[in-house]
């Protein structure tokens, strides 16, 4: 199995930075593939935020790129979001989830990110 542990979030103005970390444990843990972030404001649908792969090939959603910027360790077991630039629009909860090459998947508990206006 796989444990994900996000940590970061919390209240910053708007234009402030916050960097979310995610760490993964776990039996599976070296069968990690990609990692991604998501995000899921209050009433609306969680949706995806950005990705990145074994590989380390990234992709962002539209509405981020350029300001957010996604990574992993060298042991590919702890992923981060920087968030630059951030909007009141970016307040969410955000999570991490993970894909094994076995084609397990699993997500992390979540943390909250209010950006104030």
């Known amino acids: 199995q796989v444990q994900l542990v996000e940590s970061g979030g919390g209240l910053v103005q708007a234009g402030g930075s916050l960097r979310l970390s995610c760490a993964a444990s776990g039996r599976r843990v070296f069968s990690i593939n990609t990692m991604r972030w998501y995000r899921q404001a209050p009433g609306k649908q969680r949706e995806p935020v950005a990705f990145i792969t074994s590989t380390g090939s990234t992709n962002y959603a539209d509405s981020v790129k350029g300001r957010f910027s996604i990574s992993r360790d060298n042991a590919k077991t702890t992923v981060y979001l920087q968030m630059n630039r951030l909007k009141p629009e970016d307040t969410a909860v955000y999570y991490c989830?993970?894909?094994?090459?076995?084609?397990?998947?699993?997500w992390g508990q979540g943390t909250q990110v209010t950006v104030s206006s």
């Open positions: 989830y993970v894909q094994t090459v076995g084609g397990s998947d699993y």
